[in-house]
């Protein structure tokens, strides 16, 4: 019942399903690009399998991430 009620409000707003793709797929390149330029090998591979909908990259962004000044050690 739940599930017949979602993919009808998803066939019903298509709008919404692709302004969440754009959402999680800009977020993801984001938080990737920063794993792997920070060598950060586990972070990435849990980023890259986990769909989260942008919410582990934004954590992942906010709190984890080496800053700039730690990719030159």
């Not at 797929?25 to 794993?35: E, F, T």
Request: aromatic share 16%; glycine share 4%; charged share 15%.
């Amino acid at each position: 019942m739940f599930l017949n009620s979602v993919a009808q409000y998803i066939l019903e707003h298509q709008a919404v399903l692709w302004a969440v793709i754009v959402w999680s797929v800009v977020w993801k390149g984001i938080a990737l690009w920063h794993a792997a330029r920070g060598r950060q090998l586990a972070w990435y591979i849990a980023l890259l399998v986990l769909n989260t909908v942008g919410v582990l990259e934004i954590i992942y962004l906010l709190f984890f991430r080496r800053k700039e000044s730690e990719f030159l050690r």
